[in-house]
């Protein structure tokens, strides 16, 4: 079996790095098709789910819109755990912000980064996480 020294690893991994993302993109071509696609997740133990609205231009991510909505469909917003229209419950509320706040760095994250993987779960917003993984998927199989 022959050995490869340094420079041999070197130009392999250089090598690799330039031609990687060739092959990943199918030779030049986009990754997707360009144009407003939306997806859904399931819906959670309560009937909720999350949407995410994504914009490709150039085969990539350029905007990604994301929301959760209530099981009536309701967006959960700056109301999202008031009790008609008061905060009876102060901690619901503030759990309940927090996975408001959640759905907007998901969004922001993956329109940064342009790789749904390098977006990271909020601690106690995981169940949106989940949603806007799914609702990302989902989008993108239809951009396909």
């Known amino acids: 079996m022959k050995k490869f020294g340094v420079l041999g690893v070197l130009r392999a991994a250089v090598l690799l790095a330039v031609l990687l993302p060739v092959l990943l993109?199918?030779?030049?071509?986009?990754?997707?098709?360009?144009?407003?696609?939306?997806?859904?997740?399931?819906e959670d133990d309560t009937g909720a789910w999350g949407e995410v609205t994504l914009t490709i231009e150039g085969g990539e991510v350029r905007d990604c819109v994301f929301v959760t909505r209530q099981k009536d469909g309701t967006v959960k917003d700056e109301n999202y755990g008031k009790v008609n229209g008061e905060i009876s419950n102060r901690d619901f509320y503030d759990k309940a912000q927090l996975a408001v706040e959640a759905m907007k760095k998901y969004a922001a994250?993956?329109?940064?980064?342009?790789?749904?993987?390098?977006?990271?779960?909020?601690?106690?917003?995981?169940?949106a996480y989940d949603q806007f993984l799914e609702a990302v998927e989902r989008a993108l199989e239809k951009a396909k």
């Open 109 to 127: 994250e993956y329109r940064k980064a342009g790789n749904v993987n390098d977006v990271e779960a909020v601690s106690g917003a995981t169940i």
């Open 25 to 42: 993109t199918g030779c030049g071509k986009a990754a997707h098709k360009d144009g407003i696609y939306t997806g859904q997740s399931g």
